[in-house]
């Protein structure tokens, strides 16, 4: 993606990731880094604190926020949409399980955030009300779960239309679909039933919206790439890890401009 070459650090997008629980530290931190490899000046993972040394680990830049307690609850909510207020995209998911705590501050920032935000994870159940902006990202099961349907590229594109959103479905071949288009991304392999791609996944989206691609664009470029990157590592390796796929992304982008 072209950049203005007057631009100075932020003017390239800046992603806020909220995930992370006690159980689970991987997947905000491997979604921050999808985010930070697409190329966006700055990345704000908001996560438990007692994550925040190991997510250094991975990355000099981030910009760590933490949670009041160990996970999500409703103290963050605050703290949160301020941060938010100079942020271009927000993903909103990885990790953070299901505390009731975590539940209440789910659906409350998904009421209240004004920005792109991707649905990810753990708050793909709460989808009653969603920012203006919202990308859905659920594998086929969450899909089930969430609509009651099966995931047809007609019940996609349905449920975009019912929620006036644009919806990522992972699979195979991933189906994505906003109000008024479908597009099917074929790109990929079994390899990447790993643990951790579907948070990568979510990053990347939210790093490429913003630096200005609209997210069906967005979404059809993370997955097309994401699924490049795995059939390149298939040729050399018997399985990969989510890792694997992130540090690829920055060479991915310069061979599929």
């Known amino acids: 993606m072209d950049r203005d070459p007057n631009s100075y650090k932020g003017q390239n997008g800046k992603v806020m990731v909220i995930g992370g629980s006690e159980e689970y530290h991987g997947a905000p931190i491997l979604c921050a880094l999808g985010a930070e490899y697409t190329g966006v000046d700055l ?67 998904l009421i209240r955030l004004e920005i792109p935000t991707i649905v990810d994870a753990d708050a793909l159940i709460y989808t009653n009300h969603l920012p203006r902006v919202a990308v859905l990202t659920p594998h086929r099961g969450e899909f089930t779960r969430m609509t009651g349907e099966e995931p047809t590229p007609d019940n996609v594109q349905k449920w975009a239309k019912n929620m006036k959103a644009t919806i990522l479905c992972k699979a195979p071949k991933d189906l994505i679909a906003d109000p008024n288009s479908l597009r099917v991304s074929e790109t990929g392999n079994a390899l990447m039933t790993v643990g951790g791609t579907g948070d990568l996944l979510g990053g990347m989206v939210a790093g490429f919206i913003a630096q200005k691609l609209d997210p069906m664009e967005a979404c059809f470029r993370a997955t097309h790439l994401l699924g490049l990157g795995a059939e390149q590592l298939a040729q050399t390796q018997g399985s990969i890890r989510a890792l694997d796929l992130a540090r690829m992304i920055p060479n991915l982008l310069k061979d599929h401009a």
């Open 43 to 109: 990345v704000y993972p908001f996560i438990p604190a007692s994550h925040a040394e190991a997510a250094k680990t991975y990355s000099l830049n981030f910009l760590i926020h933490a949670f009041k307690k160990e996970h999500l609850s409703p103290k963050d909510v605050k703290p949160i949409l301020e941060l938010s207020v100079g942020m271009d995209a927000v993903v909103i998911g990885p990790g953070l399980g299901r505390e009731s705590e975590t539940a209440e501050a789910i659906k409350e920032l």
